[in-house]
């Protein structure tokens, strides 16, 4: 995997700790919320794309995939907190409380669970590779 420079990393884990301001405001209610977490996905989301694999593995380039399936789930949480402050796509009610009310939590859930195996299963599998060349 190509390694970040010292400012991506910064901006990948500045990324990071405004996702998880902005989720935790959230919860609370808080009207900037939405934003600082968009701003943390757009940057932790950039961050992870600039991380190519050049190598053949299979098995990272599946775990590659999983990562790119997470950041998509990220933005797509983005998008649900944003229509949960206020009925962003104009449903009736009923249809809101089912779909979209709070629901930012079980993509992000999603989101996160998948960040963490594919990011425990990378650091077993890359120094493996390593080994091998």
């Known amino acids: 995997m190509k390694q970040l420079n010292k400012v991506e990393n910064v901006i990948f884990l500045l990324g990071a700790v405004m996702m998880v301001a902005g ?10 919320a939405s934003y600082v977490f968009a701003m943390g996905v757009a940057a932790y989301v950039l ?4 991380q190519s694999y050049e190598g053949t593995s299979t098995t990272v380039m599946r775990l590659r995939q999983l990562v790119i399936v997470s950041d998509v789930l990220f933005i ?9 402050n206020d009925n962003l796509f104009g449903f009736d009610a ?9 629901n930012w939590v079980v993509t992000l859930l999603v989101g996160a669970v998948l960040q963490l195996y594919t990011y425990w299963r990378l650091g077993v599998e890359l120094p493996k590779e390593q080994k091998k060349s």
Do not use: D, E, P, R
Request: aromatic letters at 18%.
């Open 47 to 50: 961050m992870q794309f600039k």
């Open 76 to 84: 797509l949480t983005s998008l649900l907190m944003f229509a949960n």
């Open 23 to 32: 989720a935790v405001a959230n919860v609370f209610q808080v009207g900037w």
């Open 94 to 102: 009923l249809t809101y409380a089912q779909y979209i009310h709070n």
